[in-house]
Nanobody, 127 residues
Framework: VQLVESGGGLVQPGGSLRLSCAAS????????YGWFRQAPGKEREGVSC????????YYADSVKGRFTISRDNAQNMIYLQMNSLKPEDTAVYYC?????????????????????WGQGTQVTVSS
């Protein structure tokens, strides 16, 4: 299983970014997968997840209404569209496969909550 993120960068407050995650070695339908983030000095936070079984999506309150998770099964890609970005969204963002259901990762998380994760991509929101 391999997950490779891309799409991070520097953006002004109110701007948008789309993160991409290329998945290989597994079929998207077989797992629940999503994104977590970690900012310096802060705990890891699960921000979004999509169920492999029924495509139901989950979001942390901190990003609800601003972030959208999606997937492209044909390309084995996972995306996170981030709009109306705020300075507090600044963090390294990781694509990951949840060990259990999506409801277990929309909270403060540890690496033991995941089967696998990528190397991360930096998102910086600053003027």
């Amino acid at each position: 299983v391999q997950l490779v993120e891309s799409g991070g960068g520097l953006v002004q407050p109110g701007g948008s970014l789309r993160l991409s995650c290329a998945a290989s070695g597994f079929t998207l339908d077989d797992y629940n997968y999503g994104w977590f983030r970690q900012a310096p000095g802060k705990e890891r936070e699960g921000v979004s997840c999509v169920s492999g079984r029924d495509s139901r999506t989950y979001y942390a309150d901190s990003v609800k209404g601003r972030f959208t998770i999606s997937r492209d099964n044909a390309q084995n890609m996972i995306y996170l569209q981030m709009n109306s970005l705020k300075p507090e969204d600044t963090a390294v963002y990781y694509c990951a496969i949840a060990l259990f259901g999506c409801n277990t990762i929309i909270r403060t998380v540890t690496l033991s909550d995941f089967r696998s994760w990528g190397q991360g991509t930096q998102v910086t929101v600053s003027s």
